[in-house]
């Protein structure tokens, strides 16, 4: 643990020329090239309620954005579900009087991650001022090359730095004697929080996609009636960029760490660690990267649509292989499409436990 008068910096790599577009790299949904390694800020999670007559204009709606959509049984509060992909994007029909009249849009970080910022943002307009209520928006920063990060955060808790919030709890996590996931969680979810909860995170550890403290994720979770004026203020903002440093602001500060000096948060000056970290992080607009296809990127794809594959191809009597090869008559034998065959052949013994849902139209 650091001196109490001395805070520790994250540690951040020397600074390099930015990467021009042909030299970005990274994570598929993310792309770097910002003075501080830093990406965000990113929308990584969407829920909203409202009245269950909505639901043929939201089912238009999503399906402008997202194709066919998919329905099924889900667990829960909620019993039915218009599926996007494999995550529930739009749930209704619940169990208690209470929900029976509601409705649920659920867009998750695999449903957002494969969506361009401004697409984001007029999809939540549409879905807000239609009369929907949002209950939870997730807004997160990716940080590269901050190595000590979560150690810091950590000892400035110790320090008594921390304000704004008054728990926090560690996570270290391994499966198989192989680590899974390290970060701290600060503060309280649920009705008698805050509305504000923060994770900061090893995400590259978390999605097995980047060595351990390579890539860390800052991310604020708006709840409730905060969520919803978060909302609606970065929806009023005049234009993207201003709309993006506002939530990047809100991000930063839904907690906050003060040099422990005085009683009187107005006369405690930000810790000098902290300032250093808003200040290196610029908004910067995250364009999705294209990566060359993998066999288990396939074989994930694959299975959010194995539904509707399964409806077609019993309609016209056909194997998943055999309408594979049916759909790819005429063309050139690609390499993407031997792929996808490997994959069906894997996947076409498991279909019946893959999903019990029927294709809908939106």
């Not at 600074?15 to 910002?34: D, F, K, L």
């Not at 709606?61 to 995550?87: C, M, P, Q, W």
């Not at 919030?165 to 979810?189: N, W």
Request: net charge positive.
């Amino acid at each position: 643990m650091a001196h109490p008068d001395t805070p520790e910096t994250p540690t951040q790599e020397a600074a390099q020329p930015r990467a021009s577009a042909s030299e970005i790299t990274g994570p598929p949904s993310v792309s770097r090239g910002t003075k501080s390694h830093a990406n965000g800020p990113i929308v990584d999670w969407v829920s909203m309620t409202g009245p269950r007559h909505l639901l043929p204009k939201i089912m238009d709606l999503l399906a402008n954005y997202f194709g066919e959509l998919t329905e099924g049984s889900v667990g829960g509060k909620y019993r039915r579900a218009y599926r996007i992909g494999d995550a529930s994007g739009v749930m209704y029909d619940g169990g208690p009087k209470n929900l029976r009249d509601r409705l649920k849009v659920q867009l998750t970080g695999a449903i957002l991650g494969e969506m361009e910022p401004q697409a984001i943002r007029q999809l939540c307009h549409e879905l807000y001022f239609m009369g929907m209520k949002v209950t939870r928006l997730d807004v997160a920063i990716d940080l590269y090359k901050f190595s000590d990060l979560i150690k810091s955060v950590l000892d400035a808790i110790e320090r008594g730095e921390l304000v704004h919030a008054q728990k926090h709890k560690l996570v270290d996590e391994s499966l198989k004697q192989v680590p899974c996931g390290s970060g701290v969680f600060i503060g309280s979810r649920g009705p008698k929080g805050s509305g504000r909860y923060v994770r900061v995170y090893d995400k590259g550890l978390e999605s097995r996609s980047a060595p351990p403290r390579e890539w860390v994720r800052w991310e604020a979770e708006f709840a409730f009636t905060v969520g919803d004026d978060v909302m609606r203020d970065w929806l009023l903002s005049a234009d993207y960029p201003a709309a993006a440093k506002f939530l990047l602001a809100r991000c930063w500060g839904a907690i906050d760490f003060r040099q422990p000096a005085s009683r009187q948060l107005s006369r405690r000056a930000r810790s000098s660690w902290f300032e250093s970290l808003v200040n290196s992080v610029e908004p910067v607009l995250i364009r999705k990267l294209r990566v060359r296809s993998t066999l288990e990127g396939q074989k994930a794809w694959i299975r959010s649509i194995l539904p509707k594959l399964e409806l077609s191809s019993r309609e016209l009597g056909l194997s998943l292989v055999q309408l594979l090869d049916h759909l790819g008559e005429g063309r050139p034998q690609a390499d993407h499409r031997a792929l996808n065959t490997d994959v069906f052949r894997q996947l076409e013994a498991e279909l019946a436990e893959v999903s019990p849902f029927q294709a809908v139209s939106g």
